[in-house]
């Protein structure tokens, strides 16, 4: 038999792969789920939304474990897999809520992000995953709550309801959607803008921070683990400056904050004093764009974009 011997490696029962295919890759696994779908319907959940071109759903928790792939069978059987690589559920699924993509079932993105919210651990958590989809297109909030609307007795559709509240449309990592919740959930503030423009009174472009809270003029910015070390660390000090000479408070997160807020808290209480005081001087700045700047801020205005509007104004993406 050819794919016996330390050159092959066993993916599922009956089928082999080379040793040297990499079989953590999110990908990969997603593959080899696929091939334990005998007569049954599709995959779901994160599975699903990453073979969509869902960028942030790379099936590890929060720790580095591996998630299981979710495996939508309806009445049928599958093919034996290790335990921790797939799990079944027998929740129906019109066919027409599933598409063949390069050979690999999957659900529709509005399936796959309502299973996730419905079986997330908070309702918070659940508007990450809508939060975190939306960033690719696969869905908007509002075709979230429609579909709710014919999901109504499943389980899960009331803490995904509420989550619809927290989700946002203009996250462009993980890290932003946890410090937007601190900001506006744990320390009380106004809700905070993501990734919003911000321009001079004669509408030309400042800068673009993570986040902002527009009326008190106090902006948010993450730094990733190795920011310090990277070429856009420079531009950033630059941009900092460009915060203090319009009349902005910029506060700085890590991930490290994420981990313990409270020296975070401590540097957001600081600011928004700072912020207060200035509340009776003329803002040399708005978030109210010119008429000549496209935005890009909700699924449905990207969506609208022309192909040489979206590699142009959506390249962020790429990074």
Not at 22 to 48: K, S
Not at 151 to 165: C, E, N, V, Y
Request: net charge neutral.
């Amino acid at each position: 038999m050819q794919a016996r011997g330390a050159a092959w490696r066993r993916s599922s029962r009956g089928y082999y792969v080379r040793a040297e295919v990499d079989g953590e890759r999110p990908e990969q696994r997603i593959v080899e789920a696929a091939a334990a779908l005998r007569n049954g319907l599709a995959i779901t959940g994160w599975a699903a939304l990453r073979w969509r071109g869902g960028r942030w759903f790379d099936g590890l928790t929060g720790s580095g474990e591996r998630r299981p792939i979710t495996l939508l069978i309806g009445t049928h059987d599958v093919l034996p897999q290790p335990a921790h690589a797939i799990r079944v559920c027998g929740e129906s699924v019109a066919p027409h809520m599933f598409d063949v993509i390069d050979g690999v079932p999957v659900a529709r993105a509005t399936w796959a992000v309502s299973f996730e919210m419905r079986y997330a651990r908070s309702e918070y958590t659940a508007a990450k995953i809508l939060s975190l989809a939306a960033y690719d297109d696969l869905v908007s909030i509002e075709e979230m709550r429609e579909f709710f609307i014919d999901q109504s007795s499943w389980t899960g559709i009331p803490q995904a309801r509420k989550a619809l509240t927290w989700a946002e449309e203009n996250i462009w990592s993980p890290s932003e959607f946890d410090l937007g919740l601190q900001l506006y959930v744990e320390r009380h503030h106004d809700r905070p803008l993501f990734n919003r423009p911000v321009f001079d009174l004669t509408g030309r472009h400042l800068f673009t921070p993570d986040l902002i809270d527009p009326i008190a003029g106090v902006v948010l910015e993450h730094n990733g683990p190795t920011h310090r070390e990277s070429t856009a660390y420079g531009a950033d000090l630059q941009r900092w400056g460009h915060y203090a000479e319009h009349g902005l408070e910029a506060v700085a997160s890590s991930s490290f904050d994420l981990r313990d807020p409270r020296l975070l808290s401590q540097r957001l209480r600081d600011a928004y004093r700072r912020a207060e005081r200035r509340r009776d001087h003329q803002r040399s700045w708005t978030i109210d764009p010119p008429d000549w700047w496209t935005p890009t801020h909700t699924v449905a205005l990207r969506r609208s974009l022309s192909r040489d509007q979206a590699a142009r104004l959506l390249r962020y993406r790429a990074s």
